[in-house]
């Protein structure tokens, strides 16, 4: 799948912290996905499995070398998880404004001084963290994925 577009660059530049790794795979063409992409397996389970259930189609992915959601017909990155805690989707407003009135955020800081700050990326990231709307923020991440 063709990722290298304007729509991707700040996520792109982001995940690719890693250069030895393919920019682009299915998941099924990584062995053990789950367990193997530098994410805890429950996280990449939460971003492929739980809170995709109402996608119209699977959208799980592998960019570079990190679990990613991504639109299978115009290869918009549209979420990706990062580490054991962090995952996050592309959400424009509405969506955006209630996942961070209802306690999402644009940053993370961790003991021993990393951070993840989406400022980089995007203004419309947004990181998540188990909160009641997911399924619905992430369907309407797809369909905003959707328009190219």
């Keep these: 799948m063709e990722l290298n577009f304007a729509a991707n660059r700040s996520i792109l530049q982001h995940l690719r912290r890693d250069g030895g790794r393919p920019l682009s795979a299915p998941p099924e063409e990584v062995p053990d996905a789950y367990q193997t992409l530098g994410c805890h397996p429950d996280l990449v389970a939460r971003l492929w499995d739980k809170i995709t259930t109402k996608l119209p189609e699977r959208c799980a992915w592998v960019v570079c070398g990190a679990p990613a ?31 961070l009135k209802a306690g999402s955020t644009r940053q993370v800081h961790y003991p021993g001084g990393q951070q993840v700050l989406l400022d980089a990326i995007g203004p419309d990231w947004v990181l998540l963290k188990g909160l009641e709307h997911e399924e619905k923020w992430c369907l309407a991440a797809y369909q905003s994925a959707s328009e190219r």
């Excluded at 998880?81 to 996942?99: C, F, I, M, Q």
């Design 69 to 99: 959601l991504v639109h299978p017909k115009t290869g918009i990155i549209f979420g990706f998880a990062n580490g054991t805690h962090t995952y996050a989707l592309r959400l424009h407003d509405p969506e955006r404004s209630e996942a």
